[in-house]
């Protein structure tokens, strides 16, 4: 991946503009078109795998047993963990969105 200097405003404006688009894309599978469009099959995959652990992390599963459920590198679930306790707060909108929206999240 090339390096871009991520601090300066014309980045932000760019990033925002992204966040935008996803927050103005109301249907899921819109979105899923449009990460479709966006990312390659890893990143994808990459971004599902990093999402599966923050619902076990907030039902307060081990990070071991995270690991052994979803095959996450332990590390990674702590990097995720700490993000979900002290990060931007963007998983824990994610989470409550979920909550709130129990029908949005996919039974398995």
């Known amino acids: 991946m090339k390096q871009r200097d991520t601090g300066s405003a014309a980045r ?3 990033r925002a503009d992204l966040a935008a688009v ?4 109301t249907e899921p599978t819109a979105v899923d078109a449009f990460l479709d469009d966006l990312c390659t099959p890893a990143e994808i995959e990459a971004l599902a795998d990093r999402w599966s652990v923050v619902p ?3 039902e307060g599963m081990s ?13 990674t679930v702590g990097r995720i963990a700490r993000c979900v306790d002290g990060g931007a707060g963007g998983y824990r909108a994610a989470l409550e969105h979920r909550r709130a929206h129990p029908a949005a999240a996919p039974s398995a």
Do not use: E
């Open 12 to 14: 932000a404006g760019v």
């Open 22 to 25: 996803l927050a103005g894309l």
């Open 56 to 58: 076990l992390l907030a």
């Open 63 to 75: 990070y071991r047993q995270i690991h052994d459920v979803t095959g996450v590198s332990v590390t």
